[in-house]
Nanobody, 117 residues
Framework: QVQLVESGGGLVQAGGSLRLSCATSGVIFRIFDLGWYRQAPGKQRELVAR???????NYADAVKGRFSISRDNAKNTVYLQMNSLKPEDTAVYYCNAAFVVAGANYWGQGTQVTVTS
């Protein structure tokens, strides 16, 4: 059974930092591309950051230079370090694991991030 469990969300003031973690089980972690997405109220879910199985990364323009995605294949965990947070970063953040060739695509339950001004 595949599980993705996010943690690390919370309430923080603008300019602060948070580190999100997503622990996975039931997948061959090292071959999956991993991503963090977010969904704010009334908006569509959007990609925040992505890291491939080969550790290549890409970021949404809105978070470039402030957020950093990383993965630890030994711990089956992907991280999102969020610095210089802004109120517009407020959203539910979701972890995603995808192995496109096999049509595998999994989501976590989400963790709330709230940034106050």
């Amino acid at each position: 059974q595949v599980q993705l469990v996010e943690s690390g969300g919370g309430l923080v003031q603008a300019g602060g930092s948070l580190r999100l973690s997503c622990a996975t089980s039931g997948v061959i972690f090292r071959i999956f591309d991993l991503g963090w997405y977010r969904q704010a109220p009334g908006k569509q879910r959007e990609l925040v950051a992505r890291i491939t199985s080969g550790a290549g990364t890409n970021y949404a323009d809105a978070v470039k230079g402030r957020f950093s995605i990383s993965r630890d294949n030994a711990k089956n965990t992907v991280y999102l370090q969020m610095n210089s947070l802004k109120p517009e970063d407020t959203a539910v953040y979701y972890c995603n694991a995808a192995f496109v060739v096999a049509g595998a695509n999994y989501w976590g339950q989400g963790t709330q991030v709230t940034v106050t001004s």
